[in-house]
């Protein structure tokens, strides 16, 4: 029997991303109508992470839309207990889930959230879908088959980054993060134009060329980065660790290295990273 290529699946991947669709938007209206209501009590989770019930509401719809799709797939979400390593780390497929995305957002009021769900085979994103209800803003890639946005008018927009120019500059930090390093860069750079923007959104809009990079030093989790690590990498861009590599999932502790993401394949990362050590 020949060898399936990475590109050959058990599954229909373009059925399953119209259903995956209906389902995270489904979970985002859900989330948009509890953050407008502004009713919902938050609580802290042990790592301090903030919890309300449009997390758990997310969570439910997400997972009970995935299992009744009876792809007979498991799911790792970060609202949900995490299985041992011992038993995923043997998995063939997985979904991979973050029902919001930026709950800080969510509770301060920022709109700057999203609702990721991304498909792993062998440990690589190869689907992926992200949503920002309160800018209604629906992205989403299949590995080969490019990233797309969806419009108000069910149109499809393909994503395609433009160059970057060193010159001219687009930085997006985080709203929560540390960003004492773009401090860096700016001072080597005057003239770079630095916008704050939360969760997966930010991967989302270099993928789409409205921003050329974002430098992340400091924790995340692979639920954060994976849907929309496929999107990215669909477009053409590039998520990559501090020494170059590309970013993979399903490690033990579940936890992303710092990294830098890029629209402009040729865009000069290591020139970056140098400024942020001078």
């Not at 930085?171 to 939360?198: F, R």
Request: with cysteine.
């Amino acid at each position: 029997m020949a060898k399936k290529n990475e590109n050959e699946h058990d599954i229909n991947l373009n059925q399953t991303l119209i259903q995956l669709i209906k389902i995270v938007e489904q979970a985002g209206g859900c989330a948009r109508q509890i953050y407008e209501s502004r009713d919902f009590d938050t609580i802290h989770k042990e790592d301090g992470s903030p919890f309300t019930k449009a997390d758990d509401a997310a969570n439910k719809i997400i997972q009970d839309g995935l299992n009744n799709l009876n792809l007979n797939i498991p799911i790792i979400s970060e609202e949900s207990p995490i299985p041992p390593f011992s038993e995923r780390s043997s998995w063939k497929y997985f979904w991979l889930i973050d029902p919001i995305d930026g709950t800080k957002e969510f509770v301060r009021g920022s709109g700057d959230f999203t609702v990721n769900v991304a498909l792993l085979f062998n440990n690589k994103p190869i689907l992926g879908v992200v949503f920002a209800p309160i800018y209604d803003e629906l992205f989403f890639a299949i590995k080969g088959q490019g990233a797309f946005q969806k419009k108000d008018d069910l149109t499809l927009v393909e994503l395609q980054p433009g160059d970057s120019n060193l010159e001219q500059l687009h930085c997006l930090v985080s709203n929560s993060a540390n960003n004492d390093h773009i401090d860096k860069i700016k001072s080597e750079i005057p003239g770079i134009e630095i916008t704050p923007m939360g969760s997966s959104r930010k991967l989302c809009h270099l993928a789409k060329g409205t921003a050329d990079f974002y430098l992340r030093k400091g924790p995340t989790s692979e639920w954060d980065t994976a849907a929309a690590h496929c999107i990215l990498s669909e477009a053409g861009g590039q998520l990559i660790n501090l020494a170059g590599k590309t970013l993979t999932y399903n490690k033990e502790d579940l936890a992303n290295p710092s990294f830098i993401a890029f629209g402009d394949p040729y865009f000069d990362w290591e020139h970056i990273l140098k400024l942020t050590k001078r």
